[in-house]
């Protein structure tokens, strides 16, 4: 008996696309400013604003697209055409408007733990955005919880477990190792890494090989099997 | 004895300025694109844009930001500089950036209260940025719950007030007759209407007069006095 009492969930890319549509906008924006400026180097500099800016802006669409913006003026030293500023927004607008597409075993392997353990969704991004998207997946009602956070910290888990049996007692789960696995960790919960394939270059961390309490699954399928050995089913 | 248990805040020009920066970014904007359009008329198309925007953006400085940017483009049908662009940019950077400044009575009334009731602050906004306000007010030691959403209905405050005594225990504290008085009043709780004097014209409703749980102080200094009143002391 290991006493696991509650599992949390990420949202973006562990329970839905979302790091999808940021590149194939990125795409668009650097197609846009093709004739100013090469893309790769576009694509830097716009890695480089968002840097800049996430200690303001936070994570999410509405600060990706000041970003861009902001890249777009620099990069053309203030000669970008504002009907092209114009087609920034409405891409943004585009992505926040987008219908939440489910990945693969999302809804059995909610199904079958909520069954068996509350189930605590925790999650950054814009508050009205990841709400939004929340209640257009249909997985609502399957979480005891939803915790929308600016930033995640170890202090973070702790209080999202808080009312479940606490982190230690907890299982987190999601795609990046950063913001998901190193701080779940560090509260001293279980986690689980289920890697996505696109991973957004400020979510990347070292793997903590070696700790008992760290799995990589390759996909959320594996998933109620590795709880059930956890809990020593 | 009413059973008063708890009372709750919003944070925006009812515990520190907010509306009168914006105001003055506005007027900046105006300014920004005065060879190009009339001030008066852009400040409607900014209204405009922000209602058409609410419902994607949500509340708070960077939905004003990407708001101006998409009014600037549309005014001047995409002939506006990127270079003002990048001041409006810059103009919302600024806003993010301000320091907290205090209304009046705010820190003894949230002291005298603090001893005696639970306090829970309720606000909507970026999470991110409402966080860094509530830190740099000193205030946040004097709260034991704290709410970001991102809009208030009266859902808002039956959830916000459940683990102080419920809603109808409550009191809630505001400078908005629409998000702050009548969602509370309709949750069941007393209201203090406490006006700023700069309203936002999205944050406009009817006066709920004659509801006997409804009040309205000029300033937060009363607001001891009437507790003490309402609590039967």
Same mark, same amino acid.
């Given at each position: 008996?290991?006493?696991?009492?509650?599992?949390?969930?990420?949202?973006?890319?562990?329970?839905?696309?979302?790091?999808?549509?940021?590149?194939?906008?990125?795409?668009?924006? /650097?197609?846009?400013?093709?004739?100013?400026?090469?893309?790769?180097?576009?694509? +830097?500099?716009?890695?480089?604003?968002?840097?800049?800016?996430?200690?303001? #802006?936070?994570?999410?669409?509405?600060?990706?697209?000041?970003?861009?913006?902001?890249?777009?003026?620099?990069?053309? $030293?203030?000669?970008?055409?504002?009907?092209?500023?114009?087609?920034?927004?409405?891409?943004?607008?585009?992505?926040?408007?987008?219908?939440?597409?489910?990945?693969?075993?999302?809804? $059995?392997?909610?199904?079958?733990?909520?069954?068996? #353990?509350?189930?605590?969704?925790?999650?950054?991004?814009?508050?009205?955005?990841?709400?939004?998207?929340?209640?257009?997946?249909?997985?609502?009602?399957?979480? /005891?919880?939803? +915790?929308?956070?600016?930033?995640?910290?170890?202090?973070?888990?702790?209080?999202?477990?808080?009312?479940?049996?606490?982190?230690?007692?907890?299982?987190?789960?999601?795609?990046?190792?950063?913001?998901? %696995?190193?701080?779940?960790?560090?509260?001293?919960?279980?986690?689980? #890494? %289920?890697?996505?394939?696109?991973?957004?270059?400020?979510?990347?961390?070292?793997?903590?090989?070696?700790?008992?309490? #760290?799995?990589?699954?390759?996909?959320?399928?594996?998933?109620?099997?590795? %709880? /059930?050995?956890?809990?020593?089913?």
């Amino acid at each position: 008996m290991t006493g696991l009492t509650v599992i949390g969930f990420d949202a973006d890319d562990t329970l839905w696309q979302n790091e999808s549509f940021f590149r194939l906008t990125e795409d668009r924006f /650097a197609e846009l400013l093709a004739d100013h400026v090469d893309g790769a180097h576009l694509k +830097e500099r716009l890695l480089e604003a968002e840097k800049k800016n996430v200690g303001h #802006y936070g994570f999410g669409i509405k600060g990706f697209m000041l970003s861009m913006i902001e890249t777009a003026v620099e990069v053309t $030293e203030g000669r970008v055409d504002g009907r092209v500023i114009g087609q920034i927004l409405e891409m943004g607008q585009e992505m926040l408007g987008h219908p939440v597409e489910l990945l693969p075993h999302v809804e $059995e392997t909610l199904g079958v733990l909520s069954d068996r #353990y509350p189930l605590v969704l925790i999650t950054k991004g814009d508050l009205l955005h990841q709400e939004q998207k929340l209640a257009a997946s249909g997985l609502g009602d399957l979480f /005891a919880g939803v +915790e929308i956070v600016s930033d995640k910290v170890p202090g973070v888990y702790a209080r999202a477990f808080a009312d479940h049996g606490g982190a230690e007692r907890a299982m987190m789960v999601g795609n990046s190792m950063k913001s998901d %696995v190193v701080p779940a960790l560090a509260a001293g919960s279980w986690a689980v #890494y %289920v890697p996505h394939g696109l991973e957004w270059a400020l979510e990347q961390a070292e793997t903590p090989a070696g700790n008992p309490r #760290y799995r990589e699954l390759p996909d959320l399928g594996r998933l109620p099997a590795h %709880v /059930a050995a956890v809990a020593g089913d």
